[in-house]
């Protein structure tokens, strides 16, 4: 988002609804051609993520809601890492640079800037003919070599996450109509929740130090809890066990369950959850219990790291093994 000797329109969007909310020395002012991170004794860690119309958010959705889940979701990455955030960079390609758009995208942008302490650095605005794209890259600091890798998971490590599984894709559902808007359609409240979780995440970042100082191994769910597991367990060499009635659900999750509107499959798979999945050792467990609550951060013991190559699997109630048509959501 730097700006060139000769005002052009980009100079003119940026100055108006960007520099405002670049408020860290280090951007200067966007002015420059780069911006600057203070160096310290702390490893920086970095993350990128794009949400991309029609394959990340609806046509249509709020601009505000853009502008978190696409802040938010590189900040969930920081989380798992164990990181606190220290700035982030943005690009947006825009079809049209809509004044409306522009100051509630910026507005809400801001404010999650402030509320993460994860201040914008700088980027990058582009004109397109195809879909709207908007890409974060996001920057933490940990203390030297402690960053929480997919990788250290050990058997007998229990499998936590945070939060509730599978609201964000039944929040797609009910957005796209279908089943699952019909099975809700007299409950408002269901309805606007499983939306706003679909829309925007709630990154984990107050359980970073948590995350840090007990998980031998640690990733947020993206892509749906059954692959992300699947990714964690071939990093770390390891196989799991998941007992399927441990998984935490919402209410109105449980409640679609139970009525046979959706199934297990579609709740652990469909994706964009931003949760935190992490492997905890047995005599760590307690203590990161407590470290959670103190952070008001909701977190479920669901299994159990073995040993061995062979796939995680998810058991049910009746003790036989699930078997999914899919891991998780996929873009190719």
Not at 6 to 19: N, P, Q, T, V, W
Not at 52 to 78: C, M, Q, W, Y
Not at 301 to 328: M, N, P, T, Y
């Amino acid at each position: 988002m730097a700006s060139v000797r000769h005002a052009s329109g980009e100079d003119s969007l940026i100055a108006r609804y960007f520099k405002p909310i670049a408020t860290d020395p280090g951007a200067f002012a966007l002015n420059d051609d780069a911006a600057a991170l203070k160096a310290s004794d702390d490893d920086i860690v970095v993350t990128t993520d794009a949400i991309i119309e029609g394959v990340h958010f609806l046509p249509g959705d709020p601009p505000g809601t853009l502008a978190r889940k696409a802040l938010r979701v590189n900040l969930s990455d920081l989380a798992a890492k164990g990181a606190a955030p220290a700035g982030f960079v943005l690009t947006l390609a825009l079809r049209a640079a809509d004044e409306a758009w522009l100051s509630s995208f910026a507005s809400a942008l801001g404010e999650d800037a402030r509320q993460f302490g994860c201040p914008l650095l700088g980027g990058d605005t582009v004109s397109t003919p195809g879909p709207l794209m908007i890409s974060v890259t996001a920057f933490g600091r940990i203390a030297p070599d402690r960053m929480v890798h997919r990788s250290g998971a050990q058997p007998g490590d229990r499998v936590v996450v945070t939060g509730t599984i599978g609201d964000a894709a039944l929040g797609l559902a009910v957005l796209k109509g279908g089943p699952v808007a019909t099975a809700l359609a007299g409950d408002a409240a269901a309805h606007e929740m499983l939306a706003g979780r679909y829309r925007v995440p709630q990154p984990r970042n107050a359980l970073a130090n948590a995350v840090r100082d007990f998980a031998t191994a640690a990733m947020d769910v993206s892509d749906g809890l059954a692959g992300d597991l699947a990714k964690l367990c071939e990093a770390s060499g390891v196989s799991a066990a998941v007992n399927v009635v441990d998984i935490p659900l919402s209410v109105p999750a449980a409640g679609l369950l139970a009525r046979g509107i959706v199934g297990v499959e579609a709740l652990i798979t469909g994706g964009d959850d931003y949760e935190i999945l992490c492997a905890i050792p047995e005599s760590r467990f307690e203590a990161f219990v407590r470290a959670a609550a103190v952070a008001a951060v909701p977190v479920t013991s669901i299994g159990v790291i073995q040993a061995g190559s062979a796939a995680a699997r998810f058991i049910d109630a009746e003790g036989q093994e699930l078997a999914l048509q899919r891991l998780s959501y996929s873009h190719f």
